[in-house]
């Protein structure tokens, strides 16, 4: 495996299609997670993802996972759910509790890859206008939500969380419908799990990805102010 060593204070990344094909997607080591340097590998289609005890690691897998926003599934019960109007969802009005919300253990997970220095990092892009998150709301509770970063045209989402039922997919509906008005062309998702099928999702190959990212990564789409309507 032909690994890149990146320099810890001005990082180069390589050519994304070198990544490595096991583990699928490697293809850096190293660098640092400062917003530029992070905002550097969105652009390109790569994203860090390790555990407490790892280095740094850089990822731009073969097989990527994107939702066209205009084809986000909404199951019987969800349309119910969103019928119902039960709940209030903004965006960035609580990008450090969605975040530490989706860092919390899971049912029987031990750990987290949304490490302390992960979530600074994310809560820096943030505060530069570049990160951000949905929140659901049932009356002052957080109970779901989704975060992840603007890249032009492409929303590059992180991670979800839900604290009642469909709260995640509450979220993803609100942003997915937002995105598709505003005229994002995909909402990546990174890698394929049954989840992310089922409200949606599909494989595309890397290099099918990469054309839609480099096409619309320099545009300037905005991000709706604190109340989303559905």
């Known amino acids: 495996m032909n690994l890149h060593l990146l320099d ?10 070198t990544a490595a094909e ?29 555990s407490d005890d790892d280095p740094i690691l850089w990822w731009s897998p073969a097989t990527r996972c994107v939702i066209r ?70 009356q002052q509770h957080l109970v779901g939500g989704i975060y992840g970063i603007a890249v032009g045209g492409v929303f590059c989402g992180e991670s979800m969380f ?17 995105l598709s008005r505003a005229g994002f062309k995909l909402l990546d998702c990174q890698i394929v799990n049954p989840h992310l099928l089922s409200v949606g999702a599909q494989a595309v190959a890397r290099g099918d990805f990469l054309e839609v990212l480099y096409g619309c990564r320099d545009r300037d789409l905005g991000w709706p102010d604190k109340e989303l309507i559905f």
């Open 69 to 138: 926003p205009e084809q986000f599934h909404r199951s019987k019960s969800l349309r119910k759910c969103l019928r119902q109007n039960n709940f209030r969802v903004t965006t960035d009005t609580a990008f450090e509790q969605v975040i530490e919300a989706c860092a919390a253990p899971r049912g029987d997970e031990l750990g987290t890859w949304i490490i302390p220095e992960m979530i600074d990092a994310y809560c820096a892009l943030h505060q530069l206008g570049q990160a951000h998150s949905v929140e659901v709301w049932d």
């Open 22 to 50: 096991e583990p699928d997607g490697l293809l850096a080591v190293g660098g640092n997670l400062s917003p530029s340097t992070i905002n550097d590998a969105y652009r390109q289609g790569i994203f860090p993802w390790f």
């Open 162 to 178: 839900s604290g009642v039922t469909n709260g995640s997919k509450i979220a993803m509906a609100y942003l997915c419908h937002w």
């Open 8 to 17: 810890s204070v001005k990082p180069q990344f390589p050519d994304p299609c």
